[in-house]
């Protein structure tokens, strides 16, 4: 029996031998991860011991800082107390100020309720009057309705302006 691959007897014997095989893949694979291991080991080592130097640099600068810092909280401690005075001078002003600031303020809003209560009442007296005189509008409505209609009926009973005597009068004064 044969297929397009080769020899299937082969490829059987492959595969049933393989089991005995894997055991040897697995050593020399083992073999290959401990030889990486132990130069990483060593790469690691030298890594680390660049680390310890640098951490050694490191503790030395820490060393410069906090005598640095130790130094510049003296200098704050010192400006604290040569401006202590000064501050609280200019906090006094300042509150002195802003004291003046709501005074007035007091003042203004007295004054606005004030110019409200003056507003709202004339405002009330305008609406008054107002309505007073729409009240007298509407009174005198229906006497000039009553006169519009007795001058269209004076316009009805007049004669025609282009024929009647007056006409005739000027047309005879006028002639030429």
């Known amino acids: 029996m044969t297929d397009e691959r080769g020899d299937s007897s082969l490829n059987v014997i492959d595969t049933l031998l393989l089991p005995l095989r894997l055991p040897g893949r697995v050593v020399a694979d083992i073999q290959t991860l401990t030889n990486a291991?132990?130069?990483?080991?060593s790469d690691a080592q030298q890594h680390l011991s660049s680390v310890d130097d640098r951490a050694g640099q490191l503790?030395?600068?820490?060393?410069?800082?906090?005598?640095?810092?130790?130094?510049?909280?003296?200098?704050?401690?010192t400006l604290e107390e040569d401006r202590m005075d000064a501050f609280l001078k200019a906090t006094k002003l300042l509150q002195a100020t802003i004291d003046r600031i709501d005074d007035r303020v007091a003042l203004l809003e007295s004054l606005e309720a004030t110019l409200t209560e003056r507003i709202d009442a004339l405002r009330d007296d305008l609406n008054d009057r107002m309505i007073a005189v729409k009240a007298e509008v509407?009174?005198?409505?229906?006497?000039?309705d009553d006169m519009a209609r007795d001058v269209a009926k004076i316009d009805q009973l007049l004669p025609d302006p282009k024929d009647g005597p007056l006409t005739r009068l000027k047309d005879t004064l006028t002639s030429e």
């Open 37 to 41: 291991v132990v130069s990483m080991q």
């Open 138 to 144: 509407e009174a005198i409505h229906p006497p000039m």
């Open 59 to 77: 503790i030395d600068g820490l060393d410069d800082l906090r005598a640095a810092i130790a130094r510049i909280e003296a200098r704050v401690n």
